[in-house]
């Protein structure tokens, strides 16, 4: 789970953690392949989840659609012959992370719609992160359902693709969240909730691995290559 690629903001800025130097990216992305892994958008990475298929991959994504993973992490993966998903807030492309701003947090702008298509062109994947990035459980039920189903229309129209794979902004989610977002049509979900994914887990509950500006190359390969991450493996409790 990665949100920016860039340079991260100053120090004391809120969340600065949160963004990941883009020579750390690539030093990260290259471990991977030199360690025999395939880095999958979650599309790809489904056969894997569902036992139907074996190997070392894994999944690559990231929360919001910075314009700067389109810069900065995009010519990284291409060039490795690596694939991911990036979660869109549907109706802000071309806007900033809005939601942040009120804590202090630095703008950063949003993938505009050509920038979109050029990821998805390329064979990267476009996943919902709902219209305008909302809490889904302190909205109402009809809230929430129009925020999960129309932000998929919406992004099939512009894109003119299949959007199957969502996630819960902030990581709030409940089993009604969760069903919704089945009832939606989307394949599978993933939430901020800590460890690898297994293969008995719920497809609408899926955990990550968070990568933060302070993951060491030593960490990100034990996060990501060796059951450290079950060690600490949070489930979702409603």
């Given at each position: ?8 903001a ?18 990260q992305?290259?471990?991977?392949k ?23 991959v ?70 919902s ?51 919704q ?26 955990p ?5 500006r302070?993951?060491?190359i ?21």
């Open positions: 789970m990665y949100h920016q690629v860039g340079v991260p100053p120090k004391g800025s809120p969340y600065r953690g949160l963004t990941v130097h883009p020579t750390d990216f690539r030093r992305m290259t471990w991977l030199r360690l025999g892994y395939r880095g999958l958008s979650m599309a790809q990475l489904m056969p894997y989840l569902r036992g139907e298929k074996q190997g070392k894994v999944g690559i994504s990231f929360d919001d659609g910075y314009r700067n993973v389109f810069q900065n992490a995009m010519p990284v993966l291409d060039e490795l012959g690596f694939t991911a998903t990036n979660y869109i807030v549907a109706r802000h492309l071309d806007g900033s992370n809005f939601w942040d701003q009120p804590k202090g947090v630095p703008h950063s702008g949003l993938m505009s719609l050509p920038e979109l298509r050029a990821w998805v062109n390329a064979g990267h994947e476009a996943g992160h709902t219209l305008d990035h909302v809490h889904l459980t302190d909205v109402s039920s009809e809230i929430a359902h129009y925020q999960i189903a129309q932000s998929k229309a919406e992004l099939q129209e512009a894109l003119q693709v299949e959007v199957s794979a969502f996630c819960y902004p902030y990581g709030d989610q409940n089993q009604g969240i969760r069903e977002v089945r009832q939606a049509g989307y394949l599978n979900a993933t939430t901020t909730n800590r460890g690898l994914a297994r293969l008995d887990d719920d497809l609408f509950d899926l990550r691995v968070t990568v933060s302070s993951t060491n030593l960490r990100f390969l034990q996060k990501c290559v060796t059951r450290l991450e079950d060690k600490r493996r949070t489930v979702s409790r409603s």
